[in-house]
């Protein structure tokens, strides 16, 4: 509906344009939101979101004094994990500046990290707010306009004129003021598919401030998840992924790999679930478990109905769910796990010493998969939609691949009882941790500091 919707808007695009960006292309991102997103960004929600950001507004004043420094911008909870070592190594030619939407998750991972940061909202000001009520104001007139030709479905073109657009203007009069202020040597973001970090390319491109975006999460065999790349380079983690943008437009001379940066320290961070954590949670470490790891899925909650039943079938085996960051709400995991009689146990945290001490992890296309790998544990992957994997794990036969709901317990009994089968799946692996992120040697941080010194420096 959203694709027939912008389809159909591009022929009012003259009036959808804000200082020189296009609303209407900066919305194909929208196309890939699902129910939850939608959800959060209901009028109730939005309200309450619009009241946060403008508390923040009052509350966070950028701090000053940093022109010329690199301008990391950071706005996914998962952007933390791939700015962290790069910024532990530069010297303080950088600032970093976070938009945390209704939480403030990114905020405490920040914190957690000792990284300093400024929040984008301190860069909104009172002239700022006016143009952006008057831009509001004009989208609404437009939108009844709209309503009176009777070719659009109404809840669907209000949620484009009444929040989306809006949300999109607001973020280019506060980056327009950012870029303005700082007036760094080069703007980083972590993917330009977000509205913010895609507006923030286009506007840095406006001031002829150099970009530089880098892979934050696998790529897979989904590009629209990473692509198109506007930025002036894209550092990537390994010929994977290279291949992936090549194929999809992206010019070959934008490209370096550098590794996963993420990834730098996760030997180190390999340690096994403490008995403090197993008591935390509830998990009995004398006896084996399957870790899963859920992600924005659509079948994710009937995958996990399904791989309890597997579980029960196992006696003693336990069942540990790892949530993903951007889920709120783990309440239908509790009543899946109730009603299946299974011993499951839910958590937010200790991804790794998790992942150390699993006879197993499950995923659908998650990159824990790949830290999996990376660690050395046995990966499944289940796929129960029908449609082609988005991360080639099993295609590489790095893991077993499942697509039947039966074909669960076989496929956990096979990787807890075959040595054979584990021993394959591992030297699988190596090959394609490799092609999917280059060197594991804890030195990808430094290579993209070196790329940010050469854009910087050399102007490439």
Known sequence: MEKEIITKLRKYEDFLTYKGISLIDKSEYELTMTSQSKLMLSPLFNFVKQFKLLIRSKLYKPSIGNNGKILFLVYTHS????????????????????????????????????????????????????????????????????????????????????????????YIEIINNMLSIERPRLLVVMNEITTLGNIAVHVAKQKSIKTLCIQHGAIGNDPGSFVPVSADKVAVWGDSSKRILVNEGTLKEKIVITGAPQFDNIRKLNVKITEDIAREIGLNI??????????????????????????????????????????????????????????????????????????????????????????????ITINLSGKPDTMPYAKSRAAIGVYKSGD?????????????????????????????????????????????????NNGD
């Open 286 to 379: 004398s006896k084996k478990y399957i870790l899963f790891t859920t992600q924005n899925y659509p079948y994710m909650e009937e995958t996990v109905r399904q791989v309890c039943k597997a579980v029960k079938s196992i006696p003693d085996l336990q069942f540990v769910i790892k949530t993903h960051p951007a889920e709120y709400s783990t309440k239908n995991y509790e009543k899946i796990i109730k009603k299946s009689d299974v011993k499951g146990i839910l958590t937010k945290k200790y991804l790794y010493p998790l992942i150390k001490g699993c006879s197993a992890m499950i995923t659908v296309s998650s990159t824990t998969g790949l830290e999996t790998l990376i660690i050395g544990k046995p990966l």
């Open 79 to 170: 952007h933390v994990n791939t700015l962290a070592p790069v910024v532990k190594k530069m010297k303080n030619n950088f600032l970093v500046v976070k938009e945390d939407g209704f939480t403030n998750n990114i905020a405490k991972k920040l914190k957690q990290n000792n990284i300093i940061y400024n929040d984008i909202e301190g860069y909104l000001t009172k002239d700022l707010s006016r143009n952006i009520r008057k831009a509001k104001k004009s989208l609404k007139n437009k939108y009844k306009k709209l309503l009176k030709i009777g070719e659009f479905d109404k809840q669907n073109l209000s949620y484009f004129f009444l929040i989306y657009f809006p949300e999109m203007i607001r």
């Open 408 to 456: 669960i317990l076989p496929a956990i009994k096979s990787v807890l009882e075959d040595e054979k089968v584990r021993k394959k799946l591992a030297k699988k692996a190596k090959k394609f941790i490799y092609e999917q992120c280059y060197k594991i040697d804890g030195k990808a941080s430094d290579r993209i500091i070196d790329l940010i010194n050469k854009i910087v």
